[in-house]
């Protein structure tokens, strides 16, 4: 089958007079399958979130291309959707309003809309805060409303910055546990950019470690983990272990074990 996203040598530069040129991200090669979970992990200013905004056609890389389901990608593609790093909230919207904005872009007809705004809020433990504007909530709330409004857009391919960063431990494991359930149901394919490798390694389908700047790929690691998954118990087992070491390794460059 024709992968759902491929990445072909890709670079990208960013210029300014002031600050001259920065290679950010070094021929990337990419492809991710329909349905598959896939998890960047790599130090800050790797690119990440660079290839990220490449894969969503809010930039342009400098060379290589992008194709998504087998089209070109030039500008923002219909069935994509982005959930960044820094939330990107409508700040004079509601809670409510904001998950919204997701089925207005799915075009779920309009008598549809309350009750799944309301199974979101419950999902997401958004309850009590529907009115409120995004000012008014914590940075792991504001993820959550993010996380709403991806879900209720409900796109082909979910493009997942850092979601969970801001979430305490708790909170972060419910929501990736949440993702887990989602997904298995749906199998939409998700580009999910963590600094948490034990995160990665619970719940996707292979992780890719880039490296410092300009990013590469450094390698690609294949979770072969049974699924369903129990995002919390399945840290638990010798074989996550073994994998998230071995990540762990490859991330610091080491040959050695990582003591803890
Ligand atoms: N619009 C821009 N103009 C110029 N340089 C940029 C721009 N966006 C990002 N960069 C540079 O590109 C590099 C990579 O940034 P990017 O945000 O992709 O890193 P990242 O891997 O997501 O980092 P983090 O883990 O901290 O989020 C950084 O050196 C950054 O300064
Ligand atoms: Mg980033």
């Known amino acids: 089958m024709a992968p759902k996203l491929s990445i072909e040598q890709v670079s990208m530069e960013y210029g300014s007079k002031r600050l001259g040129r920065t290679k950010v991200l070094d021929t990337i090669d ?5 349905g598959e979970f896939l998890a960047i992990v790599g130090p800050s200013g790797s690119g990440k979130s660079t290839l990220l905004k490449l894969i969503s056609g809010l930039e342009r890389p400098t060379a290589g291309r992008i194709l998504l389901d087998g089209e070109s990608v030039t500008a923002p593609p219909p069935g994509v959707g982005f959930m960044f790093q820094r939330d990107a909230l409508l700040p004079w919207a509601t809670v409510a309003e904001n998950i919204d904005v997701g089925h207005e872009l ?10 799944r705004v309301a199974a979101l809020i419950r999902l997401l433990g958004l309850g009590g805060f529907e009115r409120h504007y995004p000012a008014a909530l914590s940075g792991g709330m504001r993820q ?10 409900g796109p082909q391919l979910y493009l997942m ?25 749906h199998r939409k394919s998700v580009v999910f950019v963590t600094h948490d490798i034990d995160e990665a390694v619970a719940l996707s389908d292979r992780v890719v470690i880039m490296s410092s700047r300009p990013g590469r790929i450094k390698t690609e690691v294949a979770i072969d983990l ?27 460059g080491e040959d050695e074990e990582v003591s803890a």
């Open 30 to 34: 990419l492809t991710l399958a329909d």
């Open 106 to 115: 799915a075009g779920i007809p309009r008598e549809e809309r309350p009750d």
């Open 144 to 153: 959550r409303v993010s996380l709403g409004r991806l879900l209720a857009y």
């Open 161 to 185: 910055d850092e979601p969970f960063g801001a979430l305490d431990a708790q909170t972060k494991l419910l929501m990736g546990q949440e993702l887990l359930r989602i997904w298995t149901t």
């Open 226 to 252: 049974p699924r369903p998954r129990d995002a919390r118990r399945i840290r638990r087992t010798a074989e996550f272990r073994d994998i998230a070491d071995l990540l762990w390794r490859e991330l610091m």
